[in-house]
């Protein structure tokens, strides 16, 4: 009996082509988006579902997670890859900018993750994979609510391994680096305030060096292969790397100072 995967953010990027790779390996594929009529003709395939499921809503969740255990029987592996990036200088944002920041790449998250957690406790087996980013680790400039939430991410991941290793079940955590998708455009929040014009000279130099960054970078299908590997490999690794792993390895090498310049080098030349 075909395995069964439950995926948020499904429409585009990241997770389309991780939904795409997973049905072409045999998986039973619950799609989930909030616009379920965004789905284009991939969806179609006999073994990919596609459900209404808005992570920022507790009904939408309790329903897609439900339907998801009463067609397939079980879910196998749960990824949390919805999400979308909030940029520009703190100081234009407004509370309930953060608070949605928030709410769609944390709390969200969060609230799917617990209530998938009963049935992976039952069954004592499954993996939850949070698609985080390397902007959980390391930071730039104009996305600080955005490195906030993924920084949380992070945090809640490694905590809940303990938690839950028990029961057989395990969490990992996906960091993607610069990957060519509509993170860059259709799915970014810019954030401005009327009137505030103190950062627009350094936001004209860093925006389009970052902007750069995502349009040479390679597409999301890198990143589909190393969630399928964090999904299926059966280890206990936590941390998996996509088009990241240089630059955290920098990280981890450089003292904060150091590490910092080469950011402001890279970013506002």
Known sequence: MPQTLLLTGASSGIGKATA????????????????????GAWAARPNVHVLPLDVTDPESIRAAVAETVRRFGAIDALVN???????????????????RQFATNVFGLMDLTREVLPHLRERRKGVVVNVAS?????????YSVYHATKWAVEGFSEALCYELEPFGVTVKIVEPGPIRTDFYDRSMDLVTKAGLTAYDAFAA???????????TAPGPEVVAKVIWNAVTDG??????????APILALRRLLPDRLFMAVVKAAVLR
């Open 205 to 215: 130099k860093a925006m389009p060096n970052m902007q750069k960054a995502g349009a």
């Open 134 to 142: 390397m902007g959980g680790r390391i930071t730039f400039p104009l």
């Open 20 to 39: 795409l790779l997973f049905a072409e390996r045999g998986w039973s594929v619950v799609a989930t988006m909030r616009t379920p009529s965004k789905a």
């Open 81 to 99: 890859n919805a999400g979308y990036g909030m940029v520009g200088a703190f100081e234009a944002s407004t509370s309930s900018q953060v608070l």
């Open 235 to 244: 280890s206990r690794r936590i941390r998996y790397q996509a088009n990241s």
